[in-house]
C-alpha cells in the first residue's frame, strides 16, 4: 500500500526526467480479468482529466473488459476526480454513496477513486475511515499500472491503495480510446512547478515535464492519417513546454511543427500569462490552422492580490499582453479564468477586477468564489470576508461576464463561418451542433452524414451563450 505525501508531492530537485517507453504492460495473467465483464469511467474536472480517462478505457479494454452505457450495468466503476476544488469534491463522494448502494444489491461490483483526489492525503484518509470498501484508489502517475493494482486488489480481496507523491517522469506509449473521432487531446506536458498559492494541482500532478517533441508530432501525424480534423495540446501550463528539455526548442516551436502536419484544427489550453511570447503570438498569427482563440487566465485584476496569489504578473502587464494578442492575431477570441474573493480581498481589489473586464470584453470566462485547498499556502491566510460578500461580489462579475459575452456573440450576426460538426444537439433531432475556429457552439439544421466536417455556417440567430445558424 502506497499512500499520498504532501511534503513528498512538493519536492522539486534536479533530478533527470525519463521517458519511458516499454513502462505499459499487460501481462497474459491480467489480460481476462475483464471477460464477460463491462466497466464505467466517470470523470471530473479539466481536459487533461478527460484524456486521462481516454487511456484507462483504453487499458481496461486492453483487459477484455467492455464499457458499459451506465453506472448500473457496470462489474467496475472508476471515479477520475479534480481537486481544484471544494464543490467537486463532494460530487464525488455523493457519487460515492450511489455506488456503495448499487455495491450492496452487486457485491462482486468493483469500485475505485483515481486521478487528483486521490493524490492528497486527506482524502485517503478519509478513504481509510468511512470507505474501506472500495477496492481500489490510485493516482495521476500510475495510470499505466492500473492492470497490475485491479489485480492486486482481485487477490487480496481488500481495499489496494498506489498512490505515489513523487516529481514523476514522462510515460509513453500508454494505449487511448478517444471520446471523439474528430477532434483529440494530446498531453504535451504534464505537471507544473509555479505554485500560486491557491493551486493544488502541483502537488497531485507534479513537476512540469515535457514530452519530446518527436512523440508529440508523431501522435498528431497519426491522428492526421486518421482522419481527425482538430487537436488540443494539453498542459497544465502549455506555454512553459519545453523550459525542462534543455533544447532549444518551446511552445512556439511546437506550435509551428504541428501547424505544419496539416491538421486542420490546432488548440492548446492551459496559457499562464507569465510563459506567454511573442514567438508563440507570431506563431499563431501566421499559421491559418492554428485557431484565433485563446485561453488566457486572469485570476485576479489586482496586483495586490495577484502577488498573494503568486501569480509573477500585474494587472498591468496582463493587459499589456491581452492588448498585443488582440492587436496581432486578428479576430481572436479570448476567454479567462476569475476567482473572487481570495483571503480579504477588498472592495478595492474586486473593483480592480471588475476594471479589467470592463477594459477586456471577455467572450467567456469561468468564474469561482476562492476554495480553499489543503496544503496550500492560501489555507492558512486569514480571511476575514464573509460569504454573502463573496457571493454578492460573484453575482456582479457573472452580470458584466454574460453582457459581454453577448455582445462578441453579436458581432457574429449575419457572418459567415467555419464549423466543426460534432455531432447531435440537444436542441432537437435534426439540429447539428459545432464550433466555430473562435470556440463558439453553433446549432445548426442537418444530417449525419455532415458530422465530422467543418463547414460554412451563417449566423441567424446569437443568445448569451450558443448561436443559431445555417449551412451555406
Excluded at 506536458?189 to 502541483?202: A, E, N, Q, R, S
Excluded at 515535457?210 to 506555454?239: A, H, M, W
Aim: proline share 3%; hydrophobic share 35%; with cysteine.
Amino acid at each position: 500500500m502506497n499512500l499520498p505525501n504532501l511534503k513528498e508531492a512538493q519536492k522539486r530537485t534536479k533530478k533527470e526526467v525519463l521517458v519511458k517507453t516499454n513502462e505499459y504492460i499487460v501481462s497474459e495473467n491480467f489480460k481476462n480479468l475483464g471477460l464477460g465483464k463491462k466497466y464505467f469511467v466517470k470523470t471530473y474536472g479539466c481536459q487533461m482529466n478527460e484524456h486521462d480517462s481516454e487511456n484507462i478505457k483504453a487499458i481496461l479494454e486492453d483487459m477484455n473488459f467492455t464499457e458499459a452505457s451506465s453506472m448500473e450495468q457496470a462489474d467496475l466503476i472508476l471515479l477520475n476526480t479534480c481537486a481544484i476544488r471544494e464543490n467537486a469534491h463532494n460530487k464525488v463522494f455523493g457519487m460515492v454513496g450511489r455506488i456503495k448502494h448499487l455495491k450492496e444489491s452487486k457485491p462482486n461490483l468493483i469500485a475505485g477513486i483515481c486521478g487528483c483526489m486521490a493524490q492528497e492525503e486527506h482524502i485517503v484518509e478519509e478513504i481509510l475511515n468511512k470507505y474501506r470498501w472500495l477496492d481500489i484508489v490510485f493516482g495521476t502517475h500510475n495510470i499505466h499500472e492500473l492492470p497490475k493494482i485491479l489485480n492486486e486488489s482481485l487477490q487480496k480481496q481488500k481495499l489496494e491503495i498506489d498512490v505515489q507523491s513523487i516529481e514523476g517522469d514522462v510515460i509513453e506509449n500508454v494505449p487511448v480510446k478517444r471520446d471523439s473521432k474528430y477532434k483529440a487531446w494530446v498531453n504535451i506536458m504534464y505537471g507544473c512547478d509555479k505554485f500560486c498559492t491557491y493551486c493544488i494541482v502541483p502537488y497531485t500532478r507534479g513537476k512540469q515535464r515535457s514530452r519530446t517533441p518527436e512523440f508529440i508530432i508523431n501522435e498528431v501525424k497519426q491522428l492526421v492519417i486518421d482522419g481527425y480534423k482538430e487537436v488540443t495540446l494539453l498542459g497544465q501550463n502549455v506555454n512553459a513546454y519545453g523550459k525542462d528539455l534543455n533544447i532549444n526548442y518551446g511552445m512556439a516551436n511546437l506550435l509551428r511543427d504541428v501547424a505544419e502536419t496539416g491538421i486542420e484544427r490546432v488548440r492548446f489550453v492551459t496559457s499562464h500569462p507569465w510563459d506567454f511570447t511573442d514567438d508563440m503570438i507570431d506563431a499563431i498569427a501566421k499559421y491559418e490552422n492554428i485557431m484565433p482563440y485563446i485561453h488566457l487566465p486572469l485570476q485576479s485584476g489586482s496586483s495586490s492580490i495577484l502577488k498573494k496569489m503568486g501569480r509573477r504578473y500585474t494587472k498591468e502587464e496582463y493587459l499589456g499582453l491581452f492588448n498585443k494578442i488582440k492587436e496581432r492575431i486578428p479576430g481572436c477570441a479570448i476567454t479567462t479564468d476569475i476567482i473572487v474573493g481570495f483571503p480579504n480581498e477588498t472592495n478595492e481589489d474586486f473593483l480592480e477586477t471588475l476594471d479589467v473586464v470592463n477594459k477586456c470584453k471577455y467572450d467567456s470566462a469561468f468564474t469561482f468564489i476562492f476554495s480553499p485547498r489543503i496544503g496550500t499556502p492560501a489555507m492558512r491566510m486569514e480571511d476575514r470576508i464573509s460569504l454573502e460578500v463573496k457571493e454578492s461580489r460573484l453575482q456582479e462579475l457573472n452580470q458584466l461576464i454574460n453582457k459581454y459575452s453577448k455582445e462578441a456573440n453579436d458581432k457574429y450576426l449575419g457572418q459567415v463561418v467555419p464549423v466543426l460538426l460534432e455531432g447531435y444537439s440537444e436542441k432537437g433531432e435534426d439540429m447539428l451542433m459545432g464550433y466555430t475556429d473562435t470556440m463558439k457552439l453553433v446549432n445548426v439544421k442537418g444530417n449525419k452524414t455532415m458530422i465530422g466536417k467543418i463547414v460554412d455556417v451563417k449566423i441567424t440567430d446569437v443568445k448569451t451563450w450558443s448561436m443559431d445558424g445555417e449551412i451555406i
